[in-house]
């Protein structure tokens, strides 16, 4: 599975973005759960959402009511609509899907700058 990210960029703190990740190859039939991470250079990757194939929704408590996690199964591609971003929200985020059988794979990060 290849994942091609897009839509970070530069904005201002209140401000939004919308991330997308369109999935590709032979195995995304396979695709269970799509979802996105972030990662500061030097820590872990942490989860910020995901979504199931069947809609099932998590995200990390810091954006929930803030970011909105979707998926176009027809698609294969993960929206992050990020809405009100704070200074903090500021990071690398990755996009990662989990197949049934074939693995987990991840995406090159895109960079989101969020000014004060």
């Known amino acids: 599975v290849q994942l091609q990210a897009s839509g970070g960029g530069l904005v201002q703190a209140g401000g939004s973005l919308t991330l997308s990740c369109a999935a590709s190859?032979?195995?995304?039939?396979?695709?269970?759960?799509m979802g996105w991470y972030r990662q500061t250079p030097g820590n872990q990757r942490d989860m910020v959402a995901t979504i199931s194939r069947v809609g099932t929704i998590d995200y990390a408590d810091y954006v929930k009511g803030r970011f909105t996690i979707s998926m176009n199964n027809a698609k294969n591609t993960v929206y992050l609509q990020m809405d009100n971003l704070k200074p903090e929200d500021t990071d690398i985020y990755y996009c990662k899907t989990i197949t049934k059988r074939s693995g987990n794979y991840w995406g090159r990060g895109t960079l989101v700058t969020v000014s004060s």
């Open positions: 190859g032979r195995s995304i039939y396979e695709i269970n759960i």
